[in-house]
């Protein structure tokens, strides 16, 4: 097993991109190999701290397993929201509505 670290922000911007770079394609493997092991459906994006933008995704495509993944999202976020929270329900579906219509 590996080592331990501390768990904190990397301040230095070159090593920050280095660790971001290694550890992104230890993600990236790992995502393929829960997708192949468990024949589940996965999508990976992240950001570089530069701004380039990293993804993966298995059989489906990646707006496909993302729109599902705004519905089921949005259909939780309204039931736990609407139970814990003062606010009417009406605005919470508001939001659910604009959210799951934006185009990816």
Same mark, same amino acid.
């Given at each position: 097993?590996?080592?331990? /670290?501390?768990?904190?922000?990397?301040?230095?911007?070159?090593?920050?991109? &280095?660790?971001?770079?290694?550890? %992104?394609?230890?993600?990236?493997?790992? @995502?393929?190999? /829960?997708? &192949?092991?468990?024949?589940?459906? &996965?999508?990976?994006?992240?950001?570089?701290?530069? *701004?380039? /933008?990293?993804?993966?995704?298995?059989? %489906? !495509?990646?707006?496909? /397993?993302?729109? *599902?993944?705004? @519905?089921? @999202?949005?259909?939780?976020?309204?039931?736990?929201?609407?139970?814990? !929270?003062?606010?009417?329900?009406?605005?919470?579906?508001?939001?659910?509505?604009?959210?799951?219509?934006?185009?990816?």
């Amino acid at each position: 097993m590996g080592r331990k /670290i501390e768990i904190k922000k990397i301040e230095d911007i070159t090593k920050c991109q &280095v660790t971001f770079s290694k550890r %992104r394609s230890s993600l990236m493997k790992k @995502a393929q190999e /829960i997708s &192949v092991c468990c024949d589940v459906d &996965v999508a990976f994006i992240a950001f570089s701290p530069s *701004g380039r /933008i990293s993804k993966f995704c298995n059989k %489906r !495509s990646f707006a496909a /397993i993302f729109s *599902g993944f705004v @519905a089921l @999202a949005d259909n939780i976020y309204v039931t736990c929201a609407c139970r814990r !929270s003062s606010t009417s329900c009406g605005n919470l579906t508001t939001l659910r509505v604009t959210a799951a219509s934006h185009t990816i």
